[in-house]
Structure formats: C-alpha cells, structure tokens
C-alpha cells in the first residue's frame, strides 16, 4: 500500500526548517510545521530526493538488525552488482566475497544472474499485441509508486515482471535445494541501494509476499565488510558467479536495460525527469516508443542514496568490470538452464492496481468544489512559490487551505499587506511567522545552524 509505512523519517534535531528537502520532493509530501519538515507518507513514494537535498543529513533510513541473519542455516546476501563498483580498486571481487563471508554469509549472489531468462521474459511481453506501448519497466520501486499514486491511467503500462533480486532469489534457493537445504534453513537478504527498494521488499506492489528475508542497507553492509576484509589472496570464489554476465553487470545502470529492447527504446533518470516525460505520456504526446527504462536516481541505481561511492566513478568501474564477463546469451547456451521456463513463470507479477492520490478526497463532487475553491484562492496568492508559508508553492498553500491544514495569513506577503491596510496588528503577524518558524528563527546568532548555505 502507498505510503503504509515509514521506511524513512527525519531527526527533528538535526533539521533546520530550510525547505530544501520541500522544494525537491516530486509528489510534494513534505511541509515545515513549526520550524521542522514533516512528510506525509500517504504521498512519499520513497525517491530518495529529500536525503539528497537535505544540507545537515538530517533524514535516515530504517533499517534491520544485521544479527537477524544468524536464525538461519544457510545465509544469502544477495546484492546488486552496483555494491561492487563501490569498494576501492584495490579489492578484488574474490576479497569482496571473503568479505561477506566474514561478516556471516554461507552463499554470495549478485541479482543480476542468470539474466537471458529476464532479457527472454521482458521479449515475450513486449512481443504480445494485447500489451499497451509503450512498456514500463517495473525495476525502480519509486517510478512503479509514482505511476501508481499520480498517472494512474499509465498504471496499465507497467510490465508485470519482477525485479532482478527476485529472480535471484528463486535461482539461488533452487540451487541451495540441489545442495539439500530446506527453504526453511534458507535466510535470503538483499542489500539494498536505496529506500524505494525497502519498499517494494517489506509492501510489495503486484505480489502478496515478498520472497525476500530481510534487508540489509547497502552503507552498513559495505561498512561491516570493508572491517574485514583481507588485503592478501584469498580463495576463489568464482563459482558463485558464473552465471554473472556483461549485461547482468549493467543492468542498474543507466541504458542497462533499455538497449536490449530494441531501437525504439528510451531510458530517463532522475525523478524530476521521470515526472516531466510522465506527464508528456498522459498527455499522449509520446509517439512511437515501444519500451521505457525509467529510473528515480540520477545515473540510475549508482545514484542510490545507500550508496557510499561517487556514482560517476561507480558506473566507469561497472562498465569496466563488465568488459572481462560473457554475454548473457553465451551463459544461457552453456548452462542449458533447465529450470529457465520455471524461473520465468516465477517472474510474472500479479496486476498492479492504480493507488491515485485524491488530493480533494475520493468524493467526485466535493472534490471539484475543493479544487475550484483552491483555483480561487490561487488567485489571491503571489505565484511565485517561495515557500515562507511552509508549503512548496503557492499552489499547494492553497490545497493545503481548503483541507483545513493552512490559513490565508500564512502566506508572508498576503499577511504583510493585511498589516499595510490595516487589517491585522503588526504584532500578530511576527507571531504568526515565529509560530511557523519558532522564536529561534529571529534571533541574531552568528551560530546559529543554517546560518550558512549549508551543504551547498
Ligand atoms: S522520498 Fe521523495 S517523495 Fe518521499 S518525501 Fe522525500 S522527496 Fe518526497
Ligand atoms: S534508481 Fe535504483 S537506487 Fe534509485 S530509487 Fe530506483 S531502484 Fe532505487
């Protein structure tokens, strides 16, 4: 469900009201209340954008107890490939692998394996008439829950395919099973990049239960590795990835996807650009695309906020890396992959159901009386989206007004004019503004936080 869950919140005292996170976020969820930014998970569709934009790190993560992997017999971390372009040149995947072993792994995947079944899978989609083009892909949680919460319509468009971990998951318990595990001895876990991700694990969209065990934070688990790890050889660990291919390697990143879909495929990143392309699509002013990479983090999951790497030297390490592994298709038609029909029916997602939100309420009619009243109150508003009134712009002031959860005199420049021609005390409207704010605000203190453009 949209917005059931916190799976991130913020310090109040670390943050310091500055309206970043509010002016970056794209569903607008967040307002300053009192000084402090609040989110409304109902909106949040877990981009990330507010931890990017946040001066003082004042948003974080929730996360499991790294402990929980010791209840099981058999220990999986499974990860992205993109955790490997985070660690020093210097290690090799075998001295990453030993790592993870140190910290309590038995088995080791990368996700992105064995990858023709998924490449084979997506083709069987889009080759079928009956499917509405262009495709979506369904990889990035955060694009699936914008899609859901605000182009409904498009909703139609996803393709139901799950995600990689997913087909990993089922690849490495039919091969722990070949081993003699029980799937109850079995503890999968992914180590994840980003919060969206921790989404779609703990409140999966388009299946009932997440194959997935617990999670991992991608910064935690390259920490507890990186205290590790050996700098001398170490064994080989090369059989738990050879079904890790040149595409697979890629797959996260930027083009990963889309360049296997044919010529009339396009990728976006970053979600301020997913949402101005989404909106050209609802307006059916796309023409002629069969197939979209569509991603919330600049530079695709190498831009995840978990990450602890520069994400441009993230991507120029993958793309390295990916030059010494074989073609999915080469590992496909060397390991004759018996179960590869079987991994793919696992791969079918259930429908994913529009979750709009009503801005106005789910009452048709009252809702177009709230929307016609905030066109109204628009016009009596500056237009020009300061965000002293605690909301992202003035349009949201005005939405926020006709849910009762603003007033006129928020607005500084309305409420200055009031004082001008008389209508309210002088000293009625600074405690207005220090009720927004908090007394602090006022203050002449050289250090104070935020006396600075922190961060920026
Ligand atoms: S994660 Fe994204 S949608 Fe949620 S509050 Fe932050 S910026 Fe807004
Ligand atoms: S692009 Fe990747 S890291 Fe960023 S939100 Fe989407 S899945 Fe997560």
Redesign the pocket.
Known sequence: MIGDSKY?SLDPSKCIGCTH?MK????E??RVVNGLAV?DHE?????????RACPTHAFYVEQDDLAMIRSFKYRVILFPSIMIGQFPGKYSEDQIYDGLKKVGFTHIYEVEQPMQVMIDSINEVLADKETPKPAISIYCP?IVRLIQGRYPSLTENLILRKAPHNLAAHFAIEQLRLEGALREEIGLFYATPC?AKIAAVKSPVGESESIVDGIVNMNQLYNEVMKVISDHEVDDHSVQRKNLSAEGINWSLTRGESCHFGSRSIAIDG?HNAVRFLERLENDQVKGIDFIEMRACDQSCAGGILLTGNRFMTVERLERRAKRYPSAKEIHQENNLEKAQELKRKLILDPIMPKPHFAFGKDRVKAMEKMDKAQRIVCFLPGIDCGACGAPNCHALAEDMVNNKAKMSDCIFLQQKWVDEGRIHARKAFLNIQKKWGADRFKADCNKRGRRNEGF
């Open positions: 991130h996170c970056s976020c794209p569903t969820a967040i989110i909106r949040c569709v877990y981009c990330g954008q507010c931890h955060a919060i979600i």
